[in-house]
T-cell receptor
Framework: ETGVTQSPTHLIKTRGQQVTLRCSSQ?????VSWYQQALGQGPQFIFQ???????GRGNFPPRFSGLQFPNYSSELNVNALELDDSALYLC??????????FGPGTRLLVL | EDQVTQSPEALRLQEGESSSLNCSYT??????LFWYRQDPGKGPEFLFT???AGEEKEKERLKATLTKKESFLHITAPKPEDSATYLC?????????????FGQGTRLTINP
């Protein structure tokens, strides 16, 4: 049990819509990362937040954005949804020596 | 950029039939190699971290080993509940962020 929670567990959107996904942990981790996992693939790094600031981004367009709050919970926002955005979205809290502990994920389907 | 390749993509075994999964990597400087287990529709569950060639870690029927170019996840006498996708990953730094670079995973099925 990682203590990392994500909401919602799954949702369905249509192309062009916007979505907000949420992540929190029972203990205060100050570094949170978001990943996108397409079916049959490994997770791909979207970005990381440290003390409420984005400190690194993978190869994702600006319509993927995020927030981290003073209690270290985090949001991932995706604007102008495309069909290819359908995936499992994972947040991960940073532990010791670069170990990351993942939440259960949010399954997003874009129609 | 660091690269991670896992083989085979899928493996089907009978209960009790031991085997190994492979993870090969190319990195500029290894700062660890991680193994995760992922059940369908769930988040990856942390299993092991290995930091140096020759290191081994064990957990129940799983043993992970590391060389300078690859890692193996050995599964001994597996049970159906060991069925899952096994992911390996290496850490990398991008713009000050510590990210994990994952392989595509090995989907393991253990038949009773």
């Amino acid at each position: 049990e990682t203590g990392v929670t994500q909401s919602p567990t799954h949702l369905i959107k249509t192309r062009g819509q916007q979505v907000t996904l949420r992540c929190s942990s029972q203990s205060g981790h100050n570094t949170v990362s978001w990943y996108q996992q397409a079916l049959g693939q490994g997770p791909q790094f979207i970005f990381q937040y440290y003390r409420e600031e984005e400190n690194g981004r993978g190869n994702f367009p600006p319509r993927f954005s995020g927030l981290q709050f003073p209690n270290y919970s985090s949001e991932l926002n995706v604007n102008a949804l495309e069909l290819d955005d359908s995936a499992l979205y994972l947040c991960a809290m940073q532990g010791v020596r670069e170990t990351q502990y993942f939440g259960p994920g949010t399954r997003l389907l874009v129609l | 950029e660091d690269q991670v390749t896992q083989s085979p993509e899928a493996l089907r075994l009978q209960e009790g039939e031991s085997s190994s999964l492979n993870c090969s990597y190319t990195v500029s400087g290894l700062r660890g190699l991680f193994w995760y287990r992922q059940d369908p529709g769930k988040g990856p569950e942390f299993l092991f971290t290995l930091y140096s060639a020759g290191e081994e870690k064990e957990k129940e029927r799983l043993k992970a080993t590391l060389t300078k170019k690859e890692s193996f996840l050995h599964i001994t006498a597996p049970k159906p509940e060991d069925s899952a996708t096994y992911l390996c990953a290496v850490p990398d730094i991008i713009q000050g962020a510590q990210k994990l670079v994952f392989g595509q995973g090995t989907r393991l099925t253990i038949n009773p």
